[in-house]
């Protein structure tokens, strides 16, 4: 049976943060997807579409999950942070085989535990009313909880590539408390298939206890790596292929028990 992915990047991102993993596991035999979420394909710098503003992780989820239907597999599922929480969500409807996710994002209901999770919600706060439009985030803020594995020239690098978010998912994943909509939940029980979490031992941004708390719901079908000397943008840190072999190992032996 055809080895199929679908790469889910996270907020602010896009497609080419998986150029590097999308070749490796190409070299392997996979067949690899890497949408963009919606309005995350057109330069980083111009203004967003009118419609952002009103762009749930719900239309994520449902332009994902539409897409994985178009297939002619069922496809193991790979997210970072949002995207991780988004492949859960698909993975929820019966559309996965595996999922992976990597620094995924706290679901709905789970408070954040540490001063430098609290720290970056409270920096969207200080923003004002940030959920009523696109959303950018300073390199100041990115760079010591996201990017703190790169170099600085790296750092700046990556961060020119950065786009704009929409205010509402931000809410809607750090604020879920006010959001009647549930948009951030993951109905842990409806994923029947099995699931890694891959978590940065230094990520400052999600902490990697998240990431074993969010296997650990999974019971017997969760598996929880703790990727050492790595942070939150791992696929694109010095030494990105050992936790990719890790990966695409797992993924291999997932789809080969399905």
């Known amino acids: 049976m055809k080895k199929s992915v679908v790469m889910i990047h996270g907020a602010f991102a896009g497609p080419w943060c998986w150029d590097d993993y999308k070749s490796f596991f190409e070299a392997k035999g996979w067949d690899c997807h890497t949408p963009a979420l919606r309005y995350h394909d057109s330069d980083p710098k111009a203004e967003p579409d009118p419609d952002f503003v009103n762009t749930s992780i719900a239309d994520y989820a449902d332009d994902i999950a539409n897409l994985v239907k178009s297939l002619d597999t069922k496809p193991v599922l790979l997210g970072h942070a949002i995207g991780g929480m988004i492949a859960q969500q698909v993975a929820a409807r019966d559309l996965a085989r595996a999922v992976v996710a990597i620094n995924p994002n706290a679901p709905w209901g789970m ?9 970056v919600a409270r920096s969207f ?43 509402r998912v931000m809410f809607e994943m750090f604020f879920w408390m006010f959001d009647d909509n549930k948009a951030a939940e993951v109905e842990f029980d409806k994923v029947k298939c099995p699931v890694l979490v891959v978590s940065g031992a230094e990520d400052r941004a999600v902490r990697h206890q998240l990431g074993k708390q969010i296997a650990e719901k999974y019971g017997s079908r969760g598996t929880h790596h703790l990727a050492e000397g790595h942070a939150h943008f791992l696929f694109l840190e010095p030494g990105w292929k050992t936790p990719a072999r890790f990966c695409e190992q797992w993924m291999s032996k997932a789809v080969a028990g399905s």
């Open 111 to 119: 408070l954040p535990e540490t001063d430098d999770e609290r720290a």
């Open 125 to 167: 706060m200080e923003m004002g009313a940030f959920w009523n439009g696109p959303l950018r985030v300073p390199f100041e803020l990115m760079a010591p909880f996201a990017l703190n594995k790169l170099d600085e020239a790296a750092q700046h690098a990556l961060f020119e590539k950065l786009g704009a978010e929409s205010g």
